[in-house]
């Protein structure tokens, strides 16, 4: 089946630096939608991305959908405390309604 | 707020026992998802349903049961537990024509 690789798996950064993460995968892929989860609690979306090249930005998180469509990337620009959490991708397929979900970047920071 | 909720929040049950999750939502949205979160394997889903009285299996639906006689309704059931089925269960929405899900605030079930 389809399968996402996000990474890094985790990373631990200070407050103020700014972060990246990726998803790759060997499908096509229409959408992809990245989402945070914070503890307890379910993922809430952030960007949602549906064209090939799009470069989308929602407050200091800035999303691309590759060109190949087999990948995306997620910036967070001048981390603060509340950016803590997992971030994960997920991608759909065309005429598809099930999501692919990558195995989430759990994100730490330093005060 | 996308109008979904989970009911119970925790739970803890017992090997072999029958237990049901339920979702609702306030809204009308077509379709609605069950996933499952475990430590190494992300979100995966169980189940989902088009509309009412559509289903369809996900990665992973062995040991569930789901129906859906109301559209604002999807319960998932767990007809004899076990403790493979510890985890962490999201119930999500889509609007037909859409791409976009919505996950509600997760229950967390315990089988001892």
């Known amino acids: 089946g389809q399968q996402l690789n996000q990474s890094p798996q985790s990373m631990f950064i200070q407050e103020g630096e700014d972060v990246s993460m990726n998803c790759t995968s060997s499908s096509i892929f229409n959408t992809w939608l990245w989402y945070k989860q914070d503890p307890g609690e379910g993922p809430v979306l952030l960007i949602a991305?549906?064209?090939?090249?799009e470069l989308t930005s929602n407050g200091r998180l800035t999303a691309q959908f590759g060109i190949t469509r087999k990948d995306s990337f997620l910036n967070i620009s001048a981390s603060i405390p509340s950016d803590v959490g997992i971030y994960f991708c997920?991608?759909?397929?065309?005429?598809?309604?099930?999501?692919?979900f990558g195995q989430g970047t759990r994100l730490t920071i330093n005060p | 707020d996308a109008g979904i909720t989970q009911s119970p929040r925790y739970k803890i049950t017992e090997t072999g026992r029958q237990v049901t999750l339920m979702c609702h939502q306030t809204?009308?949205?077509?379709?609605m998802f069950w996933y499952r979160q475990d430590l190494g394997h992300g979100l995966r889903l169980i189940y989902y349903?088009?509309?009412?009285?559509?289903?369809d299996k996900g990665e992973v639906p062995d040991g569930y049961v789901v129906s859906r006689s109301k559209t604002e309704n999807f319960p998932l059931t767990l007809e004899s537990a076990t403790r493979s089925q510890t985890s962490v269960y999201f119930c999500?929405?889509?609007?037909?024509?859409?791409?976009?899900?919505?996950f509600g605030p997760g229950t967390r079930l315990t089988v001892l």
């Open positions: 999500a929405i889509k609007t037909s024509g859409t791409d976009t899900q919505y």
């Open positions: 349903s088009a509309a009412a009285d559509i289903t």
């Open positions: 991305l549906y064209k090939a090249g």
């Open positions: 809204w009308s949205h077509s379709y």
């Open positions: 997920a991608g759909l397929v065309q005429g598809a309604q099930k999501l692919v």
